[in-house]
């Protein structure tokens, strides 16, 4: 909760400076004093004024289903030392042999995370009949004991539809499809507690339901206290907030879309992950955990790839950014682009869509990677570390339960792939110069850009662009409302070298160093640069 109260503050700090001046200045202008001197413009920070309104008065009415949920220490600041989270682990509060009430169906072990069994390092969690069980996770902590009822508030007690937990926090949603949150789930069960809250700001509103259409669904947190920190492209290790960063993820829509539910941002499904192929890939299956999301295709193909909101580049108010090469720096900033997606090595053998995917230990590298199959007419899972070469397999036994899926042992990813989102737009400068832009995405970049001068000369740069910082509803991609993207223009080194005077011009009026910012409003029917001379229109 510290890091995303302290935005919070920020913005407000912002809003008054804009009262107060009513000049438009930016922030790595010193426009706002307290705002890290770099991606903020005041012009953003005083559009959040009418979210944060409507966040305060908007469907708070929706609390009234669960008014003692309204609190709960979910989504605030943790530290070393949390009691009942060390010292001796009794599991639940039944022992072996004791008697339990719970279904004879439910698992010994739960194997895979999904929205009806789930488990962390230290407990299991499974949902039956509309009650959520739990007991200890025996295969870490070698406790055997009977399933035991974990108890919910009433409001919603046998009525569970789906669970999900990650690290310290579950989630449950209920067949009303409200989303429900528990904090404590590495603790001892005394300190259990719920939540109805989700949205902006700070993860006070009222609530929200998990959307309709979706594939499947899951939780994952990055924690201060379990992951400790996390590690960019260039490699430089950085610290995780003590308000951590946890999301909802959502696949959808015949598997190309992987959107995220931050619960300190508006209640809406504008986030999203571009998908491998540039959001073309078609996902059979999702899992996550520790911002880690793990992809299965139709035809057996494996992806991974970390990343968050923060992680992505999308938290400029909190977090500094950069395309510069951090590698060696002695105080390096977060490197951009975020990672990437990593296509993991195709398993040798019969396969199904159940996959999973959990921590193993603190930092980011590590995640292990469950794929439900059969290996020599026994059914079990095949199993890896994320940078693991190649896969293992342990037998379980019983049947089948996910689908199975054609896994041929080459690489097939580009197969049956989606429509492209790519968006061509066109524009004429004041000067006479041509500038296109033949692929823009909200959710996929970078882009190309391509120049061509007045007087013939033709060269190509290249667009990066993240999403930003809301605390107002903004709809999925492009419309016809504008929608602000952080970008910035990289000019290649050997571009840079030219000897060409038109080009050389051209460059210099750009600006003088490799990474440009480029900041932009988009639209389905323009882009409008802020930095730069171009409004360009689409051009099918």
Not at 77 to 95: A, H, I, K, T, Y
Not at 149 to 172: M, Q, W, Y
Not at 340 to 346: A, D, E, F, L, Y
Not at 436 to 452: E, G
Request: hydrophobic share 35%.
């Amino acid at each position: 909760m510290l890091r995303r109260t302290t935005t919070a503050l920020l913005l407000s700090a912002g809003m008054l400076a804009t009262a107060v001046t009513a000049h438009p200045l930016s922030a790595r202008a010193g426009g706002i004093p307290g705002l890290p001197g770099s991606d903020v413009e005041l012009v953003d920070v005083v559009a959040q004024v009418p979210g944060l309104i409507d966040a305060l008065v908007t469907n708070r009415g929706d609390m009234l289903r669960c008014p003692d949920l309204a609190g709960g220490t979910i989504g605030t600041g943790e530290s070393p030392g949390q009691s009942g989270r060390s010292g001796v682990d009794e599991g639940n509060p039944l022992r072996a042999g004791d008697a339990s009430k719970a279904p004879r169906t439910l698992p010994r072990q739960v194997v895979f995370r999904s929205s009806t069994q789930t488990f962390n390092r230290r407990f299991q969690f499974a949902i039956a009949r509309g009650t959520i069980w739990y007991k200890s996770n025996t295969a870490s902590t070698g406790i055997r004991e009977p399933w035991a009822h974990l108890k919910v508030p009433p409001c919603f007690e046998g009525r569970v539809a789906g669970i999900s937990v990650d690290d310290d926090e579950l989630i449950a949603i209920d067949d009303a499809r409200w989303i429900y949150g528990m904090d404590g789930a590495l603790r001892t069960p005394n300190h259990f507690n719920w939540t109805l809250r989700w949205g902006r700001p700070f993860w006070t509103g009222p609530g929200m339901k998990l959307p309709t259409g979706i594939q499947s669904w899951t939780w994952s947190v990055l924690s201060k206290l379990e992951d400790k920190t996390w590690s960019d492209d260039a490699g430089n290790k950085h610290k995780v907030g003590d308000g951590k960063v946890s999301h909802i993820w959502l696949l959808s829509h015949r598997g190309q879309r992987l959107t995220y539910l931050d619960p300190w941002l508006p209640p809406d499904q504008s986030y999203e992950l571009c998908s491998p192929y540039r959001g073309r890939f078609r996902a059979a299956a999702m899992s996550a955990s520790g911002s880690t999301v793990f992809l299965v295709g139709r035809y057996g193909d494996l992806y991974t790839r970390l990343y968050d909101f923060d992680i992505a580049g999308a938290d400029p108010l909190f977090f500094d950014y950069s395309y510069e090469d951090q590698r060696g720096a002695a105080k390096p900033v977060i490197q951009l682009p975020s990672p990437g997606w990593i296509r993991q090595p195709k398993i040798p053998g019969r396969i199904t869509d159940r996959i999973s995917i959990h921590k193993t230990g603190s930092g980011s590298a590590h995640r292990q990677l469950r794929v439900e199959g059969v290996r020599r007419g026994r059914v079990g899972f095949w199993h890896k570390d994320s940078t693991a070469p190649r896969w293992r397999f342990t037998p379980t036994g019983g049947r089948l339960v996910g689908d199975r899926l054609r896994n041929p042992a080459r690489n097939t990813s580009g197969r049956g792939l989606g429509a492209s989102e790519d968006r061509r737009y066109v524009g004429t400068t004041a000067a006479g110069d041509r500038i296109t832009i033949p692929s823009f995405n909200a959710y996929c970049t970078p882009t190309p850009v391509q120049v061509r001068l007045r007087t013939g000369e033709s060269f190509a740069l290249r667009l990066h662009t993240v999403d930003n910082i809301r605390q107002f509803r903004q709809g999925r991609g492009l419309g016809t409302a504008k929608r602000m993207f952080n970008g910035v223009l990289e000019v290649p080194p050997a571009l840079r070298r030219t000897e060409d005077p038109q080009v050389r011009a051209f460059l210099d009026r750009l600006g003088a160093t490799r990474f440009i910012d480029a900041n932009l409003d988009a639209t389905l029917g323009t882009l409008k640069f802020r930095h730069q001379p171009w409004t360009l229109t689409h051009a099918p």
